[in-house]
């Protein structure tokens, strides 16, 4: 048994939490299956989508300063989500028995990706989203009939209540309370839940409380139910024109058909929807990222120094470029992940007796792909805002222009839904956890790229004449640059593992690098797959390769910086650096690209196009 084996081995022993597949997109030797991409929405979704739009530009653009007042807000908000629901936009997710319109998750992502606007934004996605989804997934026959078709129609708005104060990503530490009364007719909750979004004129509340103060439960909340108030609005550094409050619940009476689920269950709800929730804010980094390239294209276009306009500057030019490339890659993985999600939900039958722990198994499935669509959203959002005001120069800075809010506005999402320093320990954690449990076959992959290392039999060879060829062996080598760093992290902690003395929390500091390789893998492999399709299907594009060979080039050079900062750490000595170093670049290859003409070519077409287009 060579050394890998025997500490994965280990860890199987020593390590006792559930798991299934999730980062299964890591193995070697598997077959990328073709997959969603916005592509191949049918002619009547992308319609629907255009409606989104449309209100958007309409309804919401409009309004989008005065509804910044804490005042306005209240008024314009329930107003835009009852145009909203007339429109169907609210009931995309919801079945058409509830009197939705029963459609897919992508489609609910592609929908939101065009409502998504700042404030509104927040207020829809909390709505349709965490507000929505629960119910569906994990409410009674009643509660479906009697919830979903007042909330997918606008005429009540919905709000979801888990944070409380000390109790942020740690979701299932909530303190609140509830008990049953002495007549068993009602849960008597006591407590506070804080950060809530659309809690101002939300009309039901999805709220987290431990039974006896034991048994996490789920509680739908009706806003006339004795006991329950909502405390001034937040003063926040974005975000303004949606409502953010704290929740207060003080001998709150709950009747006992309104618990949604089994009593102590509600963890399965909670952590599902969140999978979910994170899916879905990181839809808001596509949104943003479109809205800043437009914005800015059409400001450098206007705006002249030294008698030229700026955007003929490089400089100015790289970061369209920039925006637009990583934009490619990140919208790929998205609805790559969305897709996989939907064909899983698809299989289970909502008749089925055990439909709830089905369910809440798919999300699980998915728990890494969804942490990495959060941290990856939300980052490209704020990369893209930030460099819109750049780009705006001094007048980025003042209210004036609609890409200041959208810089303050894209802050919140690194933080909503698990920060992401939580999601980022998340990823490596669950990869390892599902590798331990014997559900992810990491070491069959780690035993092959080993072997390749002792024979010298690393395969660097592509074809150049097939589009893309080059893109996928370098994807095959991130891959294996990922899965050779994760086992050099783990040779570490050897000793601790043999005597199980080890935990996660000592290697914590590995896990940032750690997880930023394996997004940058997933994200490379779906940026070059959904490319090569659109190539060889002859679609009609005009940015498509050079979007994901600038995107290749950089994103493996940031993993192999990475990954031989974090072996450098890792290695206990010189000669074990020399060493696990060696191994490392043999995984590399040269990969010539001329990033100058490639950029060019992007912004020539952006600026232009006056957008991001494909």
Known sequence: MNEHSFIFLSLLFIINIGGSMSGKFLLLNKEVPSFMTPEKFEDHIEEFAKTARDFLDKEVHPVAEEIQSD???MILNPKLMAKAGELGLLMIEVPEEYEGMGMDLSTGLRVAEQMDEGSFGTTYMAHTGIGTLPIVFFGTEEQKKKYLPKISSGEWISAYGLTETGFGSDALGAKTKAVLNEAG???ILNGSKQFITNAGFADLFIVYAKVDGEKFTAFLVEKTFPGISTSKEENKMGIHGSSTRAVILEDCEVPVENVMGEIGQGHKSALGILDIGRLKLGIAGVAGTKRAIKLSVEYA???????????????MRNKFAEMASKLFM????????????????????PKDPDFKKKVGKVFKDYDVETAMMKVMGSELGSFSVDQGVQIHGGYGFTEEYEIARMYRDARINRIFEGTNEINRLLIPVQILTHTMKGKLDLMGSLNQILKELKEDSVD?????????????????????????TVGTYVKKFMNKLADKTFTFTEGEYYYEPISNLVMEAYQMESGVVRAKEILEANIKNKLTKEYVELATFEGFSRVRSIASQLIATLSVDEK??????????????????????????????IIEQGKYVI
């Open 301 to 315: 276009i206007n705006r002249k120094q030294f008698k030229t306009p700026i955007a003929q500057f490089g400089m």
């Open 460 to 484: 660097k060879s592509y074809d150049s004449e097939k589009p893309l060829d080059r893109e996928m062996r370098v994807v095959e080598l991130t891959k294996k640059l990922v899965i050779y």
């Open 330 to 349: 990140f919208e790929s993985a998205m609805y790559r992940t969305s897709g996989m999600i939907d064909e899983d939900l698809a299989k289970v039958d």
């Open 185 to 187: 007719t009602h849960y």
């Open 71 to 73: 005042e306005a807000k």
């Open 576 to 605: 074990e650096h020399s060493r696990n170093m060696a191994g490392l670049w043999k995984l590399t290859m040269d990969y010539p690209v001329n990033t100058a003409a490639l950029k060019e070519k992007i912004a020539e077409v």
